[in-house]
C-alpha cells in the first residue's frame, strides 16, 4: 500500500509564530496533494489542493496567505502556518494521489498534525 | 455544489451483530465515486469501500458492504460481524469523476457518525 507520512505529529507553538507541517508520499509519486483541517468532533475541512510545481488552489474562506502551500516535488508538500494565533489550533491532515493515469486516484491520508497554539 | 449528509450522529452495535451507517448526497452529476472512510482513534483516516457510480453491482469487502441507490442517492454501509475494532468515526465522502469534469480529485466529507461497539 501507498504511505504518507506528516511531520511532525504534534507541535506546540507560541502565537505570532510561524509552524511549517511536511507531508510526503513515502513509497509513490503524488502529482496532487491536498491540506485538511479538522477540529475535534468534526469532519474533514479542505483546505486547499496542491499540484506540483504550480500554485495551490485554496477553498473559499481559508486564507492563503496564512497557510502557505508549497509542492516542490512530487513526493512533499508543506503547509505552513504563518503568524499562528490560538484559533489555528487544529489537527491538519494531508492526503496525496498517485499519478497512475485512470480515473480512480486513491487518496492515501498521511497520519496527521495536531497543531497547538498557546 | 456536492453535498453529503450523515443523519446518524452516534451508533451502537452489539459485539458480532451487524448496523448500517447512513448517508444521502446531493450531485447533478452522473459519474462520481462514493466512499466510506473510518478514522479510529490514532486519527488516521482509513479506505474501507468504494464505489463507481456506473456500476450496479454494490460494492464488498469481507464484512463491509454497501447499499448503493442511485436514483435515491443514498449510499449505507453495513457492517457485519461487528468486532471492537470497528470502533471509529465513519465518513461518507463523494468524489466526482476528474474525467467527466473539472478534472478534480477532492473529496467532499459528510459530518461523520461514531460507531461504537458494545462487547
Known amino acids: 500500500g501507498a504511505v504518507v507520512s506528516q511531520h511532525p505529529s504534534r507541535v506546540i507553538c507560541k502565537s505570532g509564530t510561524s509552524v511549517k507541517i511536511e507531508c510526503r508520499s513515502l513509497d509513490f509519486q503524488a502529482t496532487t496533494m491536498f491540506w485538511y483541517r479538522q477540529f475535534p468532533k468534526q469532519s474533514l475541512m479542505l483546505m486547499a489542493t496542491?499540484?506540483?510545481?504550480?500554485?495551490?488552489?485554496?477553498e473559499q474562506g481559508v486564507e492563503k496567505d496564512k497557510f502557505l502551500i508549497n509542492h516542490a516535488s512530487l513526493t512533499l508538500s508543506t503547509l505552513t502556518v504563518t503568524s499562528a494565533h490560538p484559533e489555528d489550533s487544529s489537527f491538519y491532515i494531508c492526503?496525496?494521489?498517485?499519478?497512475?493515469?485512470?480515473?480512480?486516484?486513491?487518496?492515501?491520508f498521511g497520519p496527521g498534525t495536531r497543531l497547538t497554539v498557546l | 455544489a456536492q453535498t453529503v449528509t450523515q443523519s446518524q450522529p452516534e451508533m451502537s452495535v452489539q459485539e458480532a451483530e451487524t448496523v448500517t451507517l447512513s448517508c444521502t448526497y446531493d450531485t447533478s452529476e452522473s459519474d462520481y465515486y462514493l466512499f466510506w472512510y473510518k478514522q479510529p482513534p490514532s486519527r488516521q483516516m482509513i479506505l474501507v469501500i468504494r464505489?463507481?457510480?456506473?456500476?450496479?453491482q454494490n460494492a464488498t469487502e469481507n464484512r463491509f458492504s454497501v447499499n448503493f441507490q442511485k436514483a435515491a442517492k443514498s449510499f449505507s454501509l453495513k457492517i457485519s460481524d461487528s468486532q471492537l475494532g470497528d470502533a471509529a468515526m465513519y465518513f461518507c465522502?463523494?468524489?466526482?469523476?476528474?474525467?467527466?469534469?473539472?478534472?478534480?480529485?477532492?473529496?467532499?466529507f459528510g459530518k461523520g457518525t461514531k460507531l461504537s461497539v458494545i462487547p
Open positions: 496542491s499540484n506540483e510545481g504550480s500554485k495551490a488552489t485554496y
Open positions: 465522502a463523494y468524489r466526482r469523476d476528474p474525467y467527466s469534469g473539472a478534472g478534480s480529485y477532492q473529496l467532499t
Open positions: 464505489q463507481e457510480a456506473y456500476k450496479q
Open positions: 492526503s496525496a494521489t498517485r499519478t497512475s493515469g485512470n480515473s480512480y486516484n486513491e487518496q492515501f
